[in-house]
């Protein structure tokens, strides 16, 4: 071996990751032409590079096996004899770890008496013991899944925040022009609430004119002036830094009276956020990290939708990785494959009644559900969802163990009623884990097609398990493997292979090595035992033209039936529901969302469920509004930030606030007032609470006089929706359904319903929210303009000190 | 005080001119009368409109502003000084001091004349707001505003009835309502008859909604307001309420009083005088309203016992124009002597030892209360029924406050939780008056 050569390969490697770092540090010309500004990709093209320097860098200290540029190995190796003066560790790092791990813990390699941290792991078991840093990375996955799932998109530790401190009777006495800072002063007997609050450099605060009356309506006539920062503050005087543009409207606030100010902590107008903080404070890394992760959840999406996705980017950089660990994804991150592992071993492994050869048609349905799956993506219709790994996992989680965790921590009383939607997700899961029964791991091997994508990045691997000479046909390998991917004659199923390296640890002659692809050291013979495989693999030529041919049929009359008992989208009498707020136009929203469930996770009050068969198969499990269950947060923008595909944008809360998701409708026949029933203001009170101010009162069943002119006390006060206004949360829906339904039994059905469809809901693809409101207001003729007078064009008259004695008209 | 402070502030300005003299190529200067001074560039100057716009550098920024003259005390301007607004001691003070009267209750008194100068001179301005806010009316309104309606009850049309049924019920529109009010004004400056009537009614406007009661009074003045008719009882409020209670008993001399007078004299603690009024109307088919009212009046001076007979001859005649109504009069009589019942008997030191349950609306339903006395002492409040799905943090929140407070009367309702919120405190009264002894 040449490790000098090898080492100054690994050099060459890291300087190269350092420069992709550096360059996209920088924002290098070179980083924007090769990565076009996918910072996350360059940042994983250059850890991969690193990361390969390190392992070549090791490999170079490797010593007592045979010769490779690659090492990958972390199994942990079967107990064989040698002799005392032979290092029982080959690599660096075992033998580092080996001299700081006390004696009793490792085994005596001269004796072949097992050791502490050996005897451990064959009490948890073989697979453990084998290799056990796949054990505990698998663990962790499924932790870290389970902590995103339950934990940060678990809405109800979200509490809103109080007033918080103010300080009143400031004044304002000057400011400084050259800064743009004002300065306010005050006596020091006026009064602060809340306790203990020093007003310190740098603070946030906001500055409100105490004499405008609190609680007026719109932003317009806020009182709030702006926020500022404190520069500089003792008791009586204030030096504060506007935040946002001087305006000429921010000076009018302070120029124009002498009225008091008052200093608040938060804005007092300012609309609660606590659902939207509390999800951005959790969420360390993305809510939907497997989601994105997902590689067949992004692709498919991207094809049906034909627009790109953002997750693409996260979707490519874990096909690189698994370019060093070949389908390493399969073997340690998927947390549906760690589900089923424990399914296997608590329950399915132990039945094997069930049980079939390893050999079958079955062996390549993964292919032909990818295949047809990406067929169905051309023709727009996205089905990965259903078949997908993230999203079967996601869902099952979410229709199993949600309304466990929200019955027994908030009441069993508010978990929604299942639908048929929910039944069928929760037959496919156990579908999918009794497939355990035919043969461990079968859904994986087999049967999912996001794992069918690793397999066909196996194609670009660099590294692969390799069999030495040693082998001694003992079987053991074959036996443990939890893939099928060891042929019988255990040499490699490169495609199949996840990396676990169990068969590693349990090789009684150390002859399973996992080293760079080419390797071709002391590699035993091929076909010895013959497989009796071709060159495509077990079932070879017939299998691939029946199963591809059943592939584009299958996926072709897939798309065709979705379609074809689908959304109608032309039919504008079809059935549509009301979507998320911020949800592309509903044709692309079908061919983005990938029903994985994350957002009816993250939605406070479960305000979204699943879709049925409302819209055939094409809408399936796809979110929409259930407003007479509960009303959407105005404070909550959370099922666009965990949206993995883009179908729910992730829209800020100041824009969300303003999307219109759909239009309340009121039930003239039915609502109370206009019925003539009884008096009634609970969709206005409580839209008037949520800050939408959407719905006014009218005035109905008015009696008049002879001469027109209403009688006092007559008629009711009504509910009059402002459709410019209204964005459809549905919380006048759920208020009208709880009382006036459910408790008071007057009415059969909420008399305000919120409705989508065209001109009711506003769907952007690209482009802000607010904006559109701004447009369409201005589009509105403004009733000022057609009242009043026009105004006497009056001279506006250029300055000129020099020649004019009386500029300013004053007549003196 | 004043000059004081200016004297300062132009030091300071002084001090950043020195300090800096590459930015005072802008050498114009404004001042302001409250105090401020700022340096920039005059822009142009209209006369006609007694404005001037003024562009002004803030922190490195230009800013395009434009200064109403009567904002503004004097201006250099190429090197001389013009004094536009003469500082008085009180200049800039007038317009917020005259709002802060006008709106506080009983702490003035002034004399006949002094409440009609008052009138004069400042319920005749046009407030600060008219001119910026934007009328948003819809377009199909009549503003001919007719004094007869033909057929049916039309908002979209008719501007009485888009007052009464949009503008009073909806806070957002009161201000643009006033000022579509002021544009009919502007319309039907040749016909008296309808004038006087958009006058009643801008007085009337300014009455209730705004509760800026010289301008009101203004208004209803020039209208002439009778006091047959309820504009007539604002009028006489309008006086009481700015300081002068003989005006208002002069306005209330007449044979025909609105029975809104018996509220007004029961404001003005004139019990028995109210007292008389409801008599008289007592007799008539507007019973109710009188009874109502006096039962208010009553209740207002802390006669509790006899505000509830008054309360309960409402329900005890039983009788009105139709069946809305006697639900309407019965249900504000019925929850009148609920309130007085419930705030004197639900005090815990009257509050016999036990276990009180009792249930009010929530948001999703009916919300029940448990709360248990020993001792004069509130125990425990727990919130033994719910269907709450929304808004939960109440659920805890509120019981604890009431707890801590041994009371409910100064609990915040949970922010963002209100409704919840109120109706455990309702549901707490009620529970605890069950047990008053």
Known sequence: MQPIRYRVLAIAFAVTGITCVVAAATQHEIYRWIFHDQFALALTIAGMMLAYSMMLWLTTFDRGRTGAVTRLDWFFPALKRRSVHESPSYSLAGRWLRSIIPASFQSNHATKKRGLFRKTLRSLGISWLASPVRRVVQGTCLAIFLTLFLIVCWPYNASPVGPGNASLGWSFETLDQQSGEFILGRAPSATSTGSGWSLTTGDTLFVVEERIVQGTQDAETSATIGDFMVVKSDARQIRLAPRQDITPALLDSFLDQAGSFSLHECDPAGWPRHYADNLARKEIIPAETFLMIDPLVSLSTAIASRSWIGSLVSAAAILIVCVLIPRGFCGYLCPLGTTIDLFDWAIAGRIKTFRVPDDGWWVHIKYYLLAGTLVAAVCGVLVSGFFSAIPVITRAMLFLVEPLQNGATRGWHLNPSFGVGHIVSIAMFFAVLCLGFFRPRFWCKYVCPSGAMFSLGNLFRITERKVESSCIHCNKCVEICPFDAIKPDFTTRTTDCTMCQSCGGVCPTHAIKFVERWNIVELKLENDPPTKETALGRRGFLSLAAGGTATVVGGLSMAGATKALGAKLDDPNSYRPVRPPGSVPEKEFLEMCIRCGECFKVCPNNVLQPEGFQQGLEGLWTPMVQADWAGCESSCNSCGQVCPTGAIRPLALEEKRVARMGLAIVNESTCLPFAAAQACDLCVKECDAAGYHAIEFTQVGTEVDANGIPIEGTGYLAPFVLEDQCVGCGLCQTRCYAINVKEERLLFESAIIVKAGEGREDRLMVGSYIELRNQKRTQRPLMQEQVAPVPSPTRTVEPQASTDDDPFGLGN | ?437
């Open chain 2, 1 to 437: 005080m004043l000059s004081m402070k200016s004297v300062g502030v132009a030091l300071v300005c002084f001090g950043i001119l020195q300090l800096h003299p590459t930015n005072s190529n802008a050498e114009d200067q404004v001042e302001l009368l409250n105090g401020t001074r700022l340096s920039g560039q005059m822009i142009g100057i209209r006369k006609d409109d007694r404005e001037f716009d003024f562009e002004s550098s803030f922190g490195g920024k230009l800013v395009k502003q434009t200064y109403a003259y009567d904002k503004i005390h004097a201006v250099t301007f190429g090197g001389k000084r013009f004094v536009i607004t003469p500082m008085t001691e009180s200049a800039p003070m007038a317009a917020p001091m005259a709002n802060a009267e006008a709106t506080t209750h009983h702490t003035t008194q002034r004399t006949k004349a002094e409440v009609l100068q008052f009138i004069e001179d400042f319920g005749s301005t046009e407030p600060d707001w008219l001119a910026s806010t934007q009328m948003n009316h819809p377009e199909t309104l009549d503003l001919e505003w007719p004094l007869k309606t033909e057929g049916k009850w039309d908002e979209s049309t008719n501007v009485g009835q888009y007052i009464w049924g949009r503008v009073s019920p909806n806070e957002a529109r009161w201000k643009p309502g006033i000022k579509l009010v002021y544009e009919c004004m502007k319309r039907h400056q040749q016909n008296r008859t309808l004038l006087v009537r958009d006058m009643e009614k801008l007085g009337d406007m300014y009455f209730t909604l705004l509760q800026d009661y010289p301008r009101a009074a203004y208004w209803l003045q020039k209208a002439d307001a009778s006091v047959s008719k309820e504009t007539g009882i604002f009028l006489a409020e309008c006086y009481w309420r700015l300081g002068n209670k003989e005006l208002a008993f002069a306005k209330l001399q007449g044979n025909l009083l609105h029975f809104n007078a018996i509220k007004l004299y029961g404001d003005m603690d004139e019990i028995e005088m109210a007292m008389n009024v409801a008599n008289v109307y007592a007799k008539t088919p507007l019973f109710n309203e009188a009874c109502l009212k006096a039962g208010d009046a009553l209740r207002g001076a802390g006669r509790l016992d006899e505000a509830i007979t008054f309360y309960e001859q409402v329900l005890d005649r039983n009788e009105a124009r139709n069946k809305e109504y006697l639900t309407r009069y019965k249900g504000l009589a019925q929850g009148a002597i609920d309130a007085i019942k419930l705030f004197d008997k639900a005090d815990v030191s009257r509050v016999a030892d036990g276990t009180y349950t009792s249930s009010t609306m929530g948001y999703n339903g009916q919300v029940e209360v448990t709360v248990k006395v020993a001792g004069s002492q509130i125990k425990n409040v727990t919130v033994s029924k719910h269907q709450e799905k929304q808004f939960y943090a109440a659920l805890t929140d509120t019981p604890k406050q009431i707890l801590d407070k041994q009371g409910f009367q100064d609990v915040d309702g949970t922010s963002g939780a209100t409704i919840t919120s109120q109706a455990i405190i309702n549901s707490t009264a009620r529970a605890l008056a069950q047990g008053a002894k």
